[in-house]
């Protein structure tokens, strides 16, 4: 079973949708959890840390479910320069070290006009 | 701010040669990680620097990866000698020690490896 999993995708929607990207992890212990996203050929970039209370930053909202260890993001209003790959990131250091990062193998979305 | 950057952006070697990877962090960053995405692969982690000196170094293949971190400012990723499977693209990333505040890894560019 991998560390972090995630939806295989991709996940194929009109302009101004509504999706959401699913994640889980296997590591009880992990401290620190993340979304980055992915343009073709380029490096990851960070899109938001993922917080308890759960977290918004315009259109996308992350949450964490430590319980169940899963974590979501949301996207509304889906816009052309969404399309990317979303890779859920988990850290697995301890102490809050700021270590060894968890990729998932990213979710593909496009979005059409 | 400058980012991460690395270098080269591209590397073309022959199963058996040396090749050296080159990162430098975000300024003031004292935390380097190394991680490598191999084709069809999630990205996996490789090693952290913290400063000069290695905090983990549990993803590090075999002993044909050397890393580097003298004077706790630039790192090299020395590959040798290269191997088919070690193609792939090595991403560097840094980011705050806790005093600074900030965990959240940033990362350069990356390196594309192809070892024919």
């Known amino acids: 079973r991998k560390e972090v999993e995630q939806d295989p995708g991709p996940f194929n929607v009109p302009e101004g949708a509504t999706v959401a990207f699913n994640c889980t992890y296997s590591?009880?212990?992990?401290?620190?959890f993340f979304w980055y996203r992915q343009d073709c050929r380029k490096e990851p970039k960070l899109l938001m840390s993922?917080?308890?209370s759960g977290n918004e930053d315009g259109r996308f909202t992350a949450q964490l479910n430590r319980a169940s260890q899963y974590i979501s993001l949301l996207i509304r209003d889906s816009k052309l320069s969404d399309s990317a790959t979303y890779l859920c990131?988990?850290?697995?250091?301890?102490?809050?070290?700021?270590?060894?990062?968890?990729f998932g193998q990213g979710t593909e979305l496009s979005v059409k006009p | 701010e400058a980012g991460v950057t690395q270098f080269p952006s591209h590397s073309v070697i022959e199963k058996g040669q040396t090749v050296t990877l080159r990162c430098d962090p975000i300024s003031g960053h004292d935390n380097l990680y190394w991680y490598r995405r191999v084709m069809g692969k999630e990205i996996k982690f490789l090693l952290h620097?913290?400063?000069?000196?290695?905090?983990?170094e549990s993803g590090m293949p075999n002993n044909r990866f050397l890393a580097e971190r003298t004077g706790g400012t630039y790192s090299t990723l020395k590959v040798q000698p290269a191997e088919l499977e070690d193609s792939g693209v090595y991403f560097c990333a840094s980011s705050h020690g806790l005093a600074g505040g900030s965990y959240e890894q940033y990362f350069g560019p990356g390196t594309r490896l192809t070892v024919t």
């Open positions: 993922v917080y308890s």
């Open positions: 620097f913290v400063k000069e000196s290695k905090q983990d």
């Open positions: 590591n009880s212990a992990s401290q620190s």
């Open positions: 990131v988990v850290n697995v250091s301890p102490g809050n070290q700021g270590g060894k990062l968890i």
